[in-house]
C-alpha cells in the first residue's frame, strides 16, 4: 500500500484555512485565556511508527483545557476500572458543558466523563487513590508524552479557580447527593490544575498516540493502558468528546476525538495516527472552529476515518 503523504495533506489544510475566514471568538471566561492571540494556527500529526508531520505554529505550547480529561479518565481506570461507571455514566450529554440542570435530574451522576461534572468525580477518585495527585498526574502526562518539562501553568489555574462559579456549584451539588468523597476544595484544586497543562500540537499528538496504539507508548511499546480500555476510551471520544457538538463532529470527522476551550482539537485514527490542532478562536459551541474544519479537510484529503 503507497504511504500518504501527509506533510502535503497537512499543507494543503493550512492554505484552506487561511482562505476560510471563519468566525469565533478566543475564550474570555477564563482570563488567562483571552490573552492568546486568535491568529494562532498549528497542527501536528504523529504516525504510530513514529512519523512525525506539521504546519504552522504546532511547536507553542497552550493550554490543553479539557483535553487533559482524556488523560485524567485513563490514569482513574488503571486505578480503579470498571468501578469508575458506578459514579458516571457513559452517555452523550446532548447539553452544555457545565449543565446544572442535567446533574441535578439525575441526581448527582454525570453523563460522562468529559462534561466538567464528570471529570470532577475523576478528580475526585484520583484524589482517593494517589497519594499525591497534582505530582502523580504530571509524572504520568509526562511519561505518556515522553517529554519532562510538561508542566503545569499556575497562572491559569488560578484564573480558573477565580472565576469558578459554575464548577463549584456543580461539585457542591455532586457533594450533596454522595458523589463527592473528598474535600470540594481539594478536588477543585486539582482539576484547575490538570485543565492548566500546556503542551504544543506535536506533544499533543504524541501523547495521545496512546490512543492510536492501543495503549502503547511510542518508541518503547510499553502497555500502559490495556487495549480493552483504550478502545473504551476511545469510543467515549467519539460520542462525548465534543460536548454537544459531538453528533456534528462524528458526522464531519469521522475520528474519535477532544477538544478544549484554550483552542485545542486532539483526535486519533486507530492503528494509523493521532492529530492535534490548535486554533484558539471558538464556535459557540466552545470548540475550535477552524481545529474542526482543519480535522474534516484532513479526513477529506486522506479519504479515510473509522467509518
Known amino acids: 500500500m503507497e504511504r500518504m503523504d501527509y506533510q502535503e495533506i497537512l499543507d494543503r ?183 492548566s497543562i500546556t503542551m504544543s500540537c506535536r506533544e499533543l499528538a504524541r501523547t495521545f498516540a496512546l490512543f492510536a496504539n492501543q495503549g502503547k507508548l511510542l518508541g518503547s511499546g510499553e502497555q500502559i493502558l490495556t487495549a480493552r480500555r483504550t478502545k473504551r476510551t476511545n469510543a467515549l471520544m467519539q460520542t462525548c468528546g465534543f460536548y454537544d457538538e459531538a453528533g456534528e463532529f462524528s458526522f464531519r470527522v469521522g475520528l474519535p476525538g477532544k477538544s478544549g476551550v484554550g483552542g485545542g482539537v486532539v483526535a486519533v485514527h486507530p492503528s494509523q495516527f493521532s492529530v492535534a490542532v490548535w486554533s484558539p478562536r471558538l464556535n459557540e459551541k466552545g470548540n475550535s472552529a477552524e481545529g474542526i474544519l482543519a480535522l474534516e479537510l484532513l479526513t477529506n484529503f486522506t479519504g479515510t476515518s473509522i467509518f
Not at 446532548?94 to 475523576?122: H, K, M, T, W
Request: glycine share 8%; charged share 25%; with cysteine.
Open 13 to 195: 489544510v493550512k492554505i484552506q484555512i487561511g482562505e476560510a475566514r471563519l468566525g469565533g471568538e478566543v475564550a474570555s471566561y477564563i482570563p488567562e485565556l483571552a490573552k492568546v492571540s486568535p491568529k494562532k494556527f498549528g497542527m501536528h500529526l504523529t504516525c504510530v511508527d513514529g512519523r512525525d508531520y506539521s504546519v504552522g505554529d504546532s511547536e507553542e505550547r497552550f493550554s490543553i483545557q479539557s483535553i487533559s480529561k482524556v488523560l485524567l479518565l485513563a490514569r482513574a481506570l488503571s486505578e480503579v476500572g470498571r468501578e469508575l461507571w458506578k459514579r458516571v455514566h457513559v452517555e452523550p450529554s446532548g447539553d452544555p458543558f457545565n449543565s446544572l440542570v442535567q446533574l441535578e435530574c439525575e441526581r448527582g451522576i454525570p453523563r460522562n466523563p468529559f462534561i466538567n461534572a464528570g471529570a470532577l468525580v475523576v478528580c475526585d477518585l484520583l484524589v482517593s487513590q494517589l497519594d499525591d495527585p497534582k505530582s502523580e498526574f504530571l509524572r504520568y502526562v509526562r511519561q505518556v508524552a515522553g517529554e519532562e518539562t510538561l508542566c503545569y501553568d499556575a497562572g491559569v489555574a488560578a484564573s480558573e479557580q477565580e472565576h469558578a462559579y459554575h464548577n463549584c456549584a456543580m461539585i457542591n451539588l455532586m457533594k450533596a447527593f454522595g458523589n463527592i468523597e473528598n474535600d470540594v476544595e481539594a478536588v477543585l484544586d486539582f482539576y484547575f490544575h490538570a485543565c
